[in-house]
């Protein structure tokens, strides 16, 4: 199998990739560049047969929960079977309930990179999909046996509306500052990476103050956060897709939970400007859309036209939902020796961000998955 086109290339990790006009093979999965006399020319002038680049990356990517909570291995296989077909060969499960290592197994399936259970509070999550700690002081504890089960990933709920407030509920921090910044430094010596999920404004000083790695959603952060975030190298994922669903979320709790609900609706409004705001801070964005509960798998294509819609621009949501992404989870991207986990493109990604949403071809480890 020989592959031509123009490539989103680098030569060792770490590097930008650029366009490299070429010829690829690959053997046993893994990538090669074949060049020869009058090849490897850097961006011929002439249009090229196809754009390949990276599989896309999805961090927040819960295989094993759908919209009624858990399920089995049977689902567990149609959500990632959806996520790869739709060129998504990187998942990120950012905490599921269920076992779902068996996936690692199956070359046919997307990379998967373990995060262990939801770590949260009694009645301070979703029910029955966290690990719940009836004494907060036990999170480092949880927190290093997570790490251990997982592959480098520790997932945290951040705050969550705690309703013994009754009318006067709203979202708040689940975990004392102290013992978080405990708990991240426990992650930290067991060599994983901390992510929150974070809806409101009050708990994001609070993380960056423990040194999380990556925050989901972060709805609530101000300027001043981001442009901390930024300093300190902490990524974001902002799950636009899940956002648009706000209202509806205080809708549901309008009636018992004003204060909440109000909350929701503030931060729902604005969500485009925030966005906007974002994506300018020079924060590192991720792409992830919270596949499993509310969102079905395989369609980061809507996240990605949400990111687009708030200004992002077509090259660098290439970067973000492929190879900058990979590079957060420590996968590779294209380069020789390199898993072949590719997409084929008909038209050039930097100019029409949607080409992404329709790969010609889909190869995972060097297998055709979609397309000829
Ligand atoms: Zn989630």
């Known amino acids: 199998m020989a592959l031509e086109g123009r490539a ?87 905490g599921v309930p269920v076992d779902d290592s068996w996936v690692q197994g199956r070359p046919d399936l997307p990379v998967l990179v373990r995060s262990g259970r939801h770590i949260a509070r009694p009645k301070r999550y979703t029910r029955g999909l966290a690990v719940e700690l009836e004494d907060p002081g036990d999170l480092p504890g949880e927190v290093l046996r997570q790490a251990r089960a997982g592959d480098g990933w520790v997932k945290l709920v951040g705050d969550w509306i705690d309703r013994a407030g009754g009318a006067e509920s709203d979202l708040d921090p689940l975990w004392p500052r102290e013992i978080l910044r405990d708990a991240v430094a426990a992650a930290h010596e067991e060599g994983a990476r901390v992510a929150v999920h974070c809806f409101s404004h009050r708990v994001v000083d609070d993380l960056l103050e423990a040194g999380v790695d990556d925050i989901e959603h972060g709805t609530g952060m101000d300027d001043d956060q981001m442009a901390e975030a930024a300093a300190r190298g902490v990524m974001v994922t902002p799950t636009l897709v899940q956002v648009e669903l706000f209202g509806s979320f205080a809708d549901q709790a309008g009636r018992r939970y004003p204060r909440y609900a109000a909350t929701m609706r503030a931060m729902h409004r604005e969500r485009r400007a925030h966005a906007e705001r974002l994506f300018g801070s020079g924060v590192w964005i991720l792409p992830g859309m919270d596949a499993g509960g509310y969102q079905p798998h395989g369609e980061l294509a809507r996240e990605l036209a949400l990111w687009s819609r708030a200004g992002m621009s077509p090259d660098r949501i290439l970067a973000h939902a492929t190879w900058r992404a990979r590079d957060a989870l420590r996968v590779d991207s294209l380069q020789e020796g390199a898993r072949a986990d590719l997409l084929v493109l008909d038209s050039d990604p930097t100019a029409d961000p949607g080409a992404l949403a329709r790969p010609r071809a889909v190869v995972l480890g060097g297998r055709v998955v979609v397309g000829g």
């Open 8 to 94: 989103l290339w680098r030569e060792a990790p770490g590097e930008t990739p650029v366009w490299v006009d070429g010829t690829w093979t690959w053997e046993d999965g893994r990538l090669h560049r074949v060049t020869g006399p009058g090849e490897g020319r850097d961006r011929d002038e002439a249009v090229p047969a196809c754009w390949i680049v990276p599989g896309m990356v999805d961090v927040h990517c819960h295989i094993g929960i759908g919209p009624s909570g858990p399920v089995g291995r049977e689902e567990q296989e149609r959500q990632a079977l959806a996520d790869r077909d739709s060129g998504v060969l990187a998942v990120r499960d950012c």
